[in-house]
Structures are given as C-alpha cells and as structure tokens.
C-alpha cells in the first residue's frame, strides 16, 4: 500500500511538505510519482521518479515543486515551494513496478495512495 503523509493548508507563497511511504510490497517500485486532483478537474501528474533518480516534473510546477526519493526506505517525498492558490487540490502518490518510462498518465501507474489535502489560501 502506498500511504501520503504531510497535507495541510498553508498561505501563498509557502512551502509545505509530502511524503508517501510504499510498504507491503516484494519488489522495488519502478516508477514513483504523485498527482493531484483539484475540485471539478481531472486528476493530473505532477512529477515522477524512477529507481535511477531521473525525474519528470509538470510545467505548471517546475521550478517551485521537488521530487525526491530514498529507496532504501521506500520513501517518495514532493517539496512544494512558492505555493499558489491554484496548487490547491488532493495528492495522491502512485506507484507502477514495472514501467520502463515514467510519465506522468494515469495509465501508468498501478498502486495508488488514499490523497492527502493540500489547501492554498490566497
């Protein structure tokens, strides 16, 4: 199961914190991403990570948003900077064994996390 930790409401322009542990798993997951879902839009990809630390990261985030990962841990972690309003939605961490390409699409990814809210008050 992969499980978010680390949502919560913040001012524009702060920072918060994610975090998404994968436990109960045999295998190394390949593929590690998060996406987030605003109210009355479709859920999107935000960045990704793969065993080897190469990284995808949305347009609408580079720059302010980081991926990180500690394999040893199963760790997936997303540092948001300079939060805006529009950063507004819930995260969800997800997770595919076996893609050789993480792209942020649905498709992709098998296991998925419960979210975790992330509100940015303007």
């Known amino acids: 199961q992969l499980v978010e930790s680390g949502g919560g409401s913040v001012q524009a322009g702060g920072s918060l914190g994610l975090s998404c542990t994968a436990s109960g798993y045999s295998y190394k997951q390949n593929c590690m991403a998060w996406f987030r879902q605003a109210p009355g839009r479709e859920r999107e990809g935000v960045a990704s990570m793969d065993l080897d630390g190469i990284t995808k990261i949305a347009d609408s985030v580079k720059g302010r948003f980081t991926i990180s990962r500690d394999n040893a841990k199963n760790t997936l972690v997303l540092q948001m900077n300079s939060l805006r309003p529009d950063d507004t939605a819930i995260y969800y961490c997800?997770?595919?064994?076996?893609?050789?390409?993480?792209?942020?699409?649905?498709?992709?990814?098998?296991?998925w996390g419960q979210g975790t809210q992330v509100t940015v008050a303007s």
């Open positions: 997800a997770a595919a064994p076996y893609a050789r390409l993480c792209v942020l699409e649905l498709y992709a990814y098998t296991w």
